[in-house]
């Protein structure tokens, strides 16, 4: 039979693609049976340019698969998506009525009759792990054999819809054949249409959850049964992707990565001793089963980033949620995962149902936390209601519509609006793209959690620690606060969604200003204020620094500082105050204690040092312009007291050599560092 496999399209700009495994696997077992494959990744077709945006995306797509004349078509479809599968698929049948097409995935396997009932056209739904079942399916249909001996399978017979058995999982997933990732567009063309820095191929780890959380439809899609890949089969497709297909990065698909830590710890050596610890690689990992010598091993086999599910700073929440994890780990690891290197992602989610206003502060001052401890990408999110879950269960009947959430976007594919069909559709059946629907949340309105979601982990990134003291030295939450500081925004004019560039402009006003009004203690704010916008501002790209010659072997260099290097004067010392801050603690106060601190961007990290009065008028002086006999003669009235010019000179040229080694000063000069003062922030 011909069979054409179809990842209907999707377009988030923020997020990239990868080459959809899951139909991979179904191609390969298809292809192992003597069918004939074609896998068209639509999702890849608006990237490069093969697929157009508008109102007629859908009938472009219908023809591309038509095309092929395919005998079978089936999608791989998740909740965002079930919009354009359904639609699309209704055009394939129009334009060839003897086709049978199929739906699998996440959202089809628990609306699976429901599917059947309301779109005629489609003629079954794989429930479930599909690579036995499509096979299956497929032998079936070619035979003209019983679907009633298909497990795991739901279908129309005449007008009755009628389903079989749920069918065991695969025990050994070993017995899987490897993906045959022939059937999709090279990884080269992937990185090239999401402009990606490499070639990323995604690894199946394993599968199956044994939690029990109440938005999760993974743990239910897999009857919370955990299994993995043999190491032995792990390593050796990571040998076959790369040589054969051009892997540079691995996603670690399996929620469950860590949990198994005798599993991760021979995974990782066996990675190491095989030398493939050169190619990064990302996974999922729960707080609770990682520690500082797993991370460590872990960066050593590659591990270059992370997602930690956090959901909550508010216990209530986690028992509501039943996610049995302590919170109050995640600073702790946060600050061990970053000091290797190693960059997470944090995800939480607020508004669920039962949520008061101080549970969501309370994940938002966690947040804040997090964001003072170390570089993350905090990801901020509202429940999405997924069928097969137990939110789903219990709320399907309180349903409504307002905002987008994470799961809801990426089909806008008419000028940033979704096609007209897509909403009637989503309109007429809660139940079947419940992910398009809001839950009421009791502390908070869905327009103010839209907000908070959207624009709050902006701030967690740039201003962490003067919103955490703004919040304190105000005593006003976290979540009010954001709205003052909004709805201060609006008032001057700032368009309605904020960017970086608002919050680097507004947020020190605002805090500025709101500073006023406090009483005489949180002085050092002002000098917090400071340093955050003098660490984004070093962060940010600029113009070429300015070429100047600060090779101490010509007779009158003229040093030059480079452009993302910036030196602040401060009140107070910051070094010791943001340490305390790292530390969980916050004070109101502190003792004036005049420090000088040159910020600069290294290697993908902020990088403080703290240097003498001095060295900022050194520092000041060095344009690339000035001669350093120049800058000499320009400071020996201030610090030149009781030596000779001369020797003033020699001690200025041998500041120039301490600071170019300390990549403050450009060329870099190969003087050893006596930096002491440096740390990370």
């Given at each position: 039979?011909?069979?054409?496999?179809?990842?209907?399209p999707?377009?988030?700009p923020?997020?990239?693609?990868?080459p959809?495994?899951?139909?991979?696997?179904?191609?390969?077992?298809?292809?192992?049976a003597?069918?004939?494959?074609?896998?068209?990744?639509?999702?890849?077709?608006?990237?490069d340019?093969?697929?157009?945006?508008?109102?007629?995306?859908?009938?472009?797509?219908a023809?591309?698969?038509?095309?092929?004349?395919p005998?079978?078509?089936?999608f791989?479809?998740?909740?965002?998506?079930?919009?354009?599968?359904?639609?699309?698929?209704?055009?394939?049948?129009?334009?060839?009525?003897?086709?049978?097409?199929?739906?699998?995935?996440?959202?089809?396997?628990?609306?699976?009759?429901?599917?059947?009932?309301?779109?005629p056209?489609?003629?079954?739904?794989?429930?479930?792990e599909?690579?036995?079942?499509?096979?299956?399916?497929?032998?079936?249909?070619?035979q003209?054999?019983?679907?009633?001996?298909?497990?795991?399978?739901?279908?129309?017979?005449?007008?009755?819809?009628?389903?079989t058995?749920?069918?065991?999982l695969?025990e050994?997933?070993?017995?899987?054949?490897?993906?045959?990732?022939?059937?999709?567009a090279?990884?080269?063309?992937?990185?090239?249409?999401?402009?990606?820095?490499?070639?990323?191929?995604?690894l199946?780890v394993?599968?199956?959850?044994?939690?029990?959380?109440?938005?999760?439809?993974?743990?239910a899609?897999?009857?919370?049964?955990?299994?993995v890949?043999?190491i032995?089969?792990?390593?050796?497709?990571?040998?076959?992707?790369?040589?054969?297909?051009?892997?540079?990065?691995?996603?670690?698909?399996y929620d469950?990565?860590?949990?198994?830590r005798?599993f991760?710890d021979?995974?990782c050596?066996?990675?190491i001793?095989?030398?493939l610890?050169?190619?990064?690689?990302?996974?999922?990992?729960?707080?609770?089963t990682?520690?500082?010598?797993?991370l460590?091993?872990?960066?050593q086999?590659?591990?270059?980033s992370?997602c930690?599910?956090?959901?909550?700073?508010?216990?209530?929440?986690?028992?509501?949620?039943?996610?049995?994890?302590?919170?109050?780990?995640?600073?702790?690891?946060?600050?061990?995962?970053?000091?290797?290197?190693?960059?997470?992602?944090?995800?939480f989610?607020?508004?669920?149902?039962?949520?008061?206003?101080?549970?969501?502060?309370?994940t938002?001052t966690?947040?804040?936390?997090t964001?003072?401890?170390?570089?993350s990408?905090?990801?901020?999110?509202i429940?999405?209601?997924?069928?097969?879950?137990?939110?789903?269960a219990?709320?399907?009947?309180r349903?409504?519509?307002?905002?987008d959430s994470?799961?809801?976007?990426?089909?806008?594919?008419?000028?940033?609006?979704?096609?007209?069909g897509?909403d009637?559709?989503?309109?007429?059946?809660?139940?079947?793209?419940s992910?398009?629907?809001?839950l009421?949340?009791?502390?908070i309105s869905?327009?103010?959690?839209?907000?908070?979601t959207?624009?709050?982990?902006?701030?967690?990134?740039?201003f962490?620690?003067?919103?955490?003291?703004?919040?304190?030295?105000?005593?006003?939450?976290?979540s009010?606060?954001?709205?003052?500081?909004?709805?201060?925004?609006?008032?001057?004019?700032?368009?309605?969604?904020?960017?970086?560039?608002d919050?680097?402009?507004q947020?020190?006003?605002?805090?500025?200003?709101c500073r006023?009004?406090?009483?005489c203690?949180?002085?050092?704010?002002?000098?917090?204020?400071?340093?955050?916008?003098?660490?984004?501002?070093?962060?940010?790209?600029?113009?070429?620094s300015?070429?100047?010659n600060?090779?101490?072997?010509?007779?009158?260099?003229?040093?030059?500082?480079?452009?993302?290097?910036?030196?602040?004067?401060f009140?107070f010392d910051?070094?010791?105050?943001?340490?305390?801050?790292?530390?969980?603690l916050?004070?109101?106060?502190?003792?004036p204690?005049?420090?000088v601190?040159?910020?600069?961007?290294?290697?993908?990290?902020?990088?403080?040092?703290?240097?003498?009065e001095?060295?900022?008028?050194?520092?000041?002086r060095?344009?690339?312009e000035?001669?350093?006999?120049d800058?000499?003669?320009?400071?020996?009235?201030v610090?030149?007291?009781?030596?000779?010019?001369?020797?003033f000179?020699?001690?200025c040229?041998?500041?120039?050599?301490?600071?170019?080694?300390?990549?403050?000063?450009?060329?870099?000069?190969?003087?050893?560092?006596?930096?002491?003062?440096?740390?990370?922030a």
């Amino acid at each position: 039979m011909k069979v054409v496999l179809v990842y209907p399209p999707f377009f988030h700009p923020s997020l990239y693609n990868l080459p959809p495994l899951g139909l991979i696997n179904l191609g390969t077992v298809a292809r192992r049976a003597g069918h004939e494959v074609v896998l068209l990744d639509q999702i890849l077709g608006l990237r490069d340019g093969t697929l157009p945006f508008g109102p007629h995306l859908y009938e472009t797509c219908a023809e591309q698969i038509i095309a092929h004349s395919p005998d079978v078509v089936a999608f791989g479809a998740q909740c965002t998506t079930y919009p354009p599968t359904v639609r699309i698929a209704e055009r394939v049948k129009n334009l060839r009525p003897e086709a049978r097409i199929v739906v699998g995935g996440h959202n089809a396997s628990f609306v699976a009759e429901r599917t059947l009932e309301k779109f005629p056209w489609i003629d079954a739904v794989v429930r479930g792990e599909g690579e036995r079942t499509f096979e299956e399916l497929l032998q079936a249909w070619s035979q003209k054999g019983d679907l009633g001996r298909v497990e795991g399978l739901s279908w129309r017979c005449g007008g009755e819809v009628l389903t079989t058995p749920e069918r065991v999982l695969i025990e050994d997933l070993d017995s899987l054949p490897l993906p045959d990732y022939r059937l999709a567009a090279p990884l080269d063309e992937y990185r090239e249409a999401c402009d990606l820095e490499r070639a990323i191929a995604i690894l199946e780890v394993g599968r199956g959850c044994p939690h029990r959380c109440v938005y999760c439809s993974e743990s239910a899609l897999w009857r919370r049964q955990p299994r993995v890949f043999s190491i032995d089969r792990l390593v050796g497709e990571m040998k076959l992707l790369r040589e054969h297909y051009g892997a540079e990065c691995f996603l670690l698909a399996y929620d469950q990565f860590t949990a198994d830590r005798h599993f991760v710890d021979a995974f990782c050596r066996r990675v190491i001793d095989e030398g493939l610890n050169r190619l990064p690689w990302y996974c999922i990992s729960r707080l609770d089963t990682v520690d500082q010598d797993l991370l460590r091993l872990m960066r050593q086999a590659g591990c270059e980033s992370m997602c930690y599910g956090i959901d909550s700073g508010s216990k209530r929440t986690l028992a509501f949620i039943g996610k049995q994890i302590d919170a109050d780990m995640l600073p702790q690891r946060v600050r061990e995962t970053t000091e290797l290197g190693m960059v997470p992602t944090l995800s939480f989610v607020i508004g669920f149902p039962e949520e008061r206003r101080e549970d969501i502060d309370a994940t938002l001052t966690l947040a804040l936390e997090t964001g003072i401890r170390g570089n993350s990408n905090p990801l901020l999110q509202i429940p999405t209601v997924l069928p097969g879950t137990a939110l789903h269960a219990r709320y399907a009947d309180r349903l409504t519509r307002g905002v987008d959430s994470y799961f809801s976007q990426g089909i806008e594919f008419d000028h940033g609006r979704r096609l007209a069909g897509d909403d009637e559709l989503i309109d007429a059946d809660p139940e079947l793209f419940s992910s398009f629907y809001n839950l009421p949340c009791a502390g908070i309105s869905t327009d103010e959690l839209a907000a908070l979601t959207d624009e709050f982990p902006l701030i967690v990134q740039l201003f962490p620690k003067t919103f955490l003291l703004l919040s304190r030295a105000l005593d006003v939450s976290p979540s009010r606060l954001f709205r003052s500081f909004r709805g201060w925004c609006l008032e001057r004019g700032t368009a309605q969604a904020l960017t970086g560039t608002d919050l680097l402009l507004q947020l020190p006003v605002f805090a500025t200003q709101c500073r006023e009004e406090t009483s005489c203690k949180w002085r050092h704010l002002g000098d917090v204020i400071t340093y955050e916008v003098r660490a984004i501002e070093a962060a940010r790209p600029g113009p070429p620094s300015r070429v100047g010659n600060a090779d101490i072997s010509t007779a009158d260099p003229c040093p030059a500082r480079p452009h993302n290097i910036l030196i602040e004067r401060f009140s107070f010392d910051l070094p010791h105050i943001v340490k305390e801050l790292g530390g969980g603690l916050v004070r109101e106060d502190y003792p004036p204690a005049p420090c000088v601190l040159a910020f600069q961007y290294d290697q993908g990290r902020l990088a403080v040092t703290q240097i003498n009065e001095f060295g900022y008028d050194f520092l000041s002086r060095c344009n690339g312009e000035r001669s350093l006999e120049d800058i000499a003669r320009t400071l020996f009235p201030v610090y030149g007291e009781g030596l000779e010019m001369s020797t003033f000179a020699e001690n200025c040229r041998d500041a120039a050599r301490r600071l170019a080694a300390l990549r403050l000063l450009d060329p870099q000069l190969s003087t050893p560092s006596t930096r002491g003062g440096e740390y990370h922030a």
